[in-house]
């Protein structure tokens, strides 16, 4: 099959929709959260919102997302916000243990207490690494059009609280000398984190989520040495990287989420030769 | 009498409650020029970080009297880190969030020139478009000096701010220091370990800890000394 033939197909449409406007999403709240040092925490958020899509399926909601989001957002908060404040735990550890215990408890939840037949292991499969072919990636209508307003919101909240997104990043400490309220945009910005993951979660799977939040970031840094490019480079690079990803799944019947995953790998490796080879002959 | 920018009134420091330093009274004119002295663990950044409201007093009050959004801030510099993606421009500019209100997205035309004039203030103007962080250290700190200018219309706050500069740098330093609270009348309050220029240039300086045991048997003396520098310096005299 052709590029324009798999194109007219609905659910090819879907997917690379669903796919560019998560990476957007998710390479915006990336650079933020590398930069903080929470790059593992996307990875261990997207297992909270495993475990909260596991509930959602044992007790049969046709809406999974009214439950997975609220408990993904409050693990965000938990841990950005307050992270640092009890010091009994530290941040690393709890972080680990949140990583860890939810993917654990999601699994043992599915499998014990699912009433509803069918393949547990496919479905758990396609929650954490989401379809192995393009016709099982999870993207439907309706939350194509959830994914697509939660992108304007998050665009334009990223525009219009940009320098104060930048200034909670870089030097917290500051803000709040200087009489400002950086807990206030730490919260935005944690709030926005567990909607997309909650979100990127549930359409593209938890690993393709994780990946979405660190390689593209970490390819704009190799790039760009000014806040403002780094977004911009992050968000593109991830934007090109995901129907490249998509395309060359279908064109060799590849699986599309690992696909778009391995595109990123190489973009990251690629880049940063580049940046190497530049630093040495400039 | 000149109208005191900062009031301190039995003001005790410490952490989570505990207080490590008790009792401590002082009180600058705006324009003042107050360097905070004294031995490591003496208590200098807890009192700094008091100061700029990162850190609750365990008791007693601290008074501004020009709003804190007014007041500019100079951290230590190992708070800021190393290998983050910002030009020195994106950095100063940052500075200027502290004057507009939350809702506006982007920076007026007042602030842009207080950006411009801050930057021509501490020579920076020629690395604008550099990176943050492949800047030396001595560029560093007038950029984030160039920050705190941004959003202080009346005082700079510092927390040892050349740690870690070679001696020609933190000469340098010093000097802006001088040059900006004697023609912008701009108050700085100033942790350092330099009590050579401190003696040099402030006009007040708070030691921290290090009085002289017989004067702290009587009741009321208190383990610092407060005072202009000329009577820090005569006090040295004598003892």
């Known amino acids: 099959m052709s590029i324009p033939e798999l194109l007219s197909f609905p659910f090819t449409q879907y997917a690379l929709i669903a796919s560019i406007l998560m990476a957007i999403c998710a390479s915006l709240i990336g650079v933020p959260l590398v930069l903080k040092r929470y790059s593992f925490m996307g990875f261990g958020l997207s297992n909270v919102a495993f475990m909260g899509m596991a509930f959602a399926l044992v007790i049969d909601m046709t809406n999974s997302m009214a439950l997975v989001m609220p408990l993904t957002v409050l693990a965000t908060i938990l841990l950005v916000g307050f992270g640092n404040r009890f010091k009994k735990i530290s941040g690393d550890a709890s972080l680990a243990m949140l990583t860890v215990g939810s993917l654990a408890v999601g699994h043992f939840v599915i499998n014990t207490f699912s009433i509803r037949g069918g393949n547990i292991d496919r479905a758990v499969s396609e929650t954490l690494f989401g379809g192995t072919r393009l016709v099982t990636l999870n993207a439907r209508p309706q939350e194509v059009w959830l994914a697509l307003i939660i992108t304007v919101v998050v665009v334009v909240l990223y525009i219009f609280f940009y320098r104060r997104i930048f200034a909670v990043t870089f030097d917290t400490e500051f803000m709040q000398a200087t009489g400002q309220h950086p807990i206030a945009y730490e919260l935005l910005l944690s709030v926005i984190t567990g909607v997309v993951i909650a979100l990127s979660m549930s359409l593209l799977g938890s690993l393709l989520t994780a990946s979405l939040i660190i390689f593209p970031a970490l390819s704009a840094m190799q790039l760009s040495k000014t806040y403002k490019g780094v977004m911009f480079s992050a968000v593109i690079v991830a934007v090109v990287c995901s129907p490249v990803g998509i395309f060359t799944a279908l064109l060799y019947e590849l699986p599309p989420t690992t696909t778009i995953i391995m595109v990123n790998i190489a973009a990251f490796v690629f880049l940063t030769a580049i940046g190497k080879l530049r630093r040495l002959f400039v | ?239």
């Open chain 2, 1 to 239: 009498m000149i109208k005191p920018i900062l009031e301190v009134t039995d003001l005790c420091i410490g952490y989570d409650g505990k207080s490590i330093l008790d009792d401590i009274c002082f009180s600058i004119a705006d324009g003042s020029y107050l360097c905070i002295i004294g031995e490591n663990g003496a208590g200098k950044s807890t009192l700094l970080k008091t100061i700029s409201g990162l850190l609750k007093p365990v008791y007693g009050t601290m008074q501004f009297n020009v709003h804190r959004r007014e007041i500019g801030y100079l951290p230590q510099q190992a708070t800021i880190r190393n290998d983050f993606p910002a030009s020195a421009k994106e950095v100063i500019s940052s500075g200027a969030l502290s004057r507009g209100k939350w809702y506006r997205p982007f920076f007026s035309k007042e602030d842009k020139e207080r950006i411009v004039w801050a930057s021509e203030k501490t020579g920076v103007t020629s690395f604008l478009g550099h990176c943050f962080r492949e800047l030396s250290g001595g560029q560093q700190q007038r950029v984030l000096l160039a920050r705190a200018l941004v959003s202080a219309k009346n005082a700079v706050i510092l927390d040892e701010p050349t740690a870690g500069l070679d001696p020609e740098a933190t000469k340098e330093f010093y000097e802006l220091l001088l040059k900006i609270n004697r023609d912008e009348k701009i108050t700085i309050i100033m942790v350092t370990h330099d009590t050579e220029s401190a003696e040099k240039h402030a006009t007040h300086i708070l030691e921290l800890g290090g009085q002289d045991p017989e004067d702290l048997e009587e009741e009321d003396n208190d383990n610092y000394f407060f005072g202009t520098s000329d009577a820090y310096v005569e006090r040295g005299r004598l003892q």
